[in-house]
């Protein structure tokens, strides 16, 4: 125990005990979300099936799709980024700076963008005539992007600056 270190409890907003299943759970629905996108489009070639939206609904459908697909190469860059800058600290010296300002703006176009197209697509969803099945997923993928939201808020991936 030492005389100058003090420790303090975390606060409920950053607390990892609720967060890590959050987001585990979260990173799960966004990456079925894309995983599954390709996969029931080759599925439908294949019994040449049709997906049965069109217009707007079919709109709605990609945009969700897209987003989850961007939130999850944003993530894949925050990470990237993060290794190569701790892998050698003299990376910290602002050699990554044009990098972190970019996956900043993009943290905040996609997380903020992407919870209102799944917001948008639950609208579609309950509004429209859709399987339960759709429904209960639309209701996951805007919990998905509040938790992305939170988090990017939490742990300051959404901000701009470059003090680290």
């Not at 996969?39 to 990609?62: D, I, K, M, N, P």
Request: hydrophobic fraction near 60%.
């Amino acid at each position: 125990m030492s005389a100058f270190t003090v420790f303090e409890r975390a606060p409920w907003y950053k607390d990892s005990s609720l967060l890590m299943p959050l987001l585990y759970a979260s990173l799960l629905i966004l990456l079925l979300t894309a995983l599954l996108w390709p996969t029931g489009a080759l599925v439908r070639r294949h019994y040449s099936g049709t997906l049965g939206y069109e217009g707007r609904e079919l709109l709605g459908y990609r945009l969700s799709r897209i987003a989850a697909v961007a939130i999850l190469l944003v993530l894949v860059g925050w990470a990237v980024t993060i290794t190569l800058m701790f892998g050698d600290l003299t990376n910290l010296g602002g050699a990554f700076d044009a990098i972190v300002i970019l996956l900043q703006i993009a943290t905040v176009v996609v997380f903020f963008g992407g919870l209102g197209i799944f917001c948008w697509y639950l609208w579609q969803v309950w509004t429209g005539k859709r399987a339960w099945t759709a429904k209960v997923w639309s209701v996951l993928l805007v919990l998905a992007g509040v938790v992305m939201v939170w988090m990017g808020l939490a742990f300051h991936l959404i901000g701009f600056g470059t003090s680290y």
